[in-house]
């Protein structure tokens, strides 16, 4: 089964640009989590989707957004962006209830930097 | 809201030593899940270990081994006999059972000397 794939893995942006990143699960999976990570912050919990609607949002101005399809694809917008936006943006997916139910399955990150 | 916390932003071991990571938690949750991930060098995160907190056994998973003390609300990670894979940055996590918002730790950046 394929894992969980981020497009673009990076990003070159300059400040008050806007920025789309992208997230496909693993097949079957419904719940989508984003984290922005940062030396010495660790992992920040941006929001996650479920059945595309936001069930859960992190401490993050509403520059931040996203939306999940129909497919559970999800993607996450930045708008007006700042150099503090310049992080590894990680999706994680997980399957809702059974045995494995919230562990989560991460990608491999969308390196962002906002120059 | 949940906090992770790790005191060790940096450790190291000898191959083939044992060593153990700290992490501690706070939460109001009466039932949670903890988790150590594994975050390779340019690599994906990657679960190690998961432990269920209303299970008082310790999880253990070949050579990772967790310490956890709910009263202290402590959960540690043992790793015995290092592999130079091992090294890596390593976080804590933790989730409420009937959520799936994770809280997670500062990481822990594991070298492993030869």
């Known amino acids: 089964k394929a894992g969980v794939t981020q497009t673009p893995r990076y990003l070159i942006k300059t400040r008050g640009q806007q920025v789309t990143l992208s997230c496909s699960p693993i097949s079957g999976h419904r719940s989508v989590s984003w984290y922005q990570q940062t030396p010495g912050q660790g992992l920040q919990f941006l929001f996650e989707y479920f059945s595309e609607t936001q069930r859960n949002k992190g401490n993050f101005p509403g520059r931040f957004s996203g939306r999940q399809f129909s497919n559970s694809r999800s993607e996450m917008n930045v708008s007006t962006l700042e150099l503090g936006d310049s992080a590894l943006y990680l999706c994680?997916?997980?399957?809702?209830?059974?045995?494995?139910?919230?562990?989560?399955?991460f990608g491999p990150g969308t390196r962002l930097t906002v120059l | 809201a949940q906090t992770v916390t790790q005191s060790q932003p940096e450790m190291s071991v000898q191959e083939a030593e044992t060593v153990t990571l700290s992490c501690t938690y706070d939460?109001?949750?009466?039932?949670?899940?903890l988790f150590w991930y594994k975050q390779p060098p340019s690599r994906q995160m990657i679960l190690v270990i998961r432990?269920?907190?209303?299970?008082?056994q310790n999880a253990t998973e070949n050579r990772f081994s967790v310490n956890f003390q709910k009263a202290a609300k402590s959960f540690s990670l043992k790793i015995s006999d290092s592999q130079l894979g091992d090294a890596a940055m390593y976080f804590c996590?933790?989730?409420?059972?009937?959520?799936?918002?994770?809280?997670f730790g500062t990481g822990t950046s594991l070298t492993v000397i030869p």
């Open positions: 432990q269920e907190a209303y299970k008082q």
């Open positions: 996590a933790s989730v409420p059972r009937t959520g799936n918002q994770f809280y």
């Open positions: 994680a997916s997980s399957l809702v209830g059974g045995v494995r139910y919230n562990e989560q399955f």
């Open positions: 939460t109001s949750e009466s039932d949670y899940y």
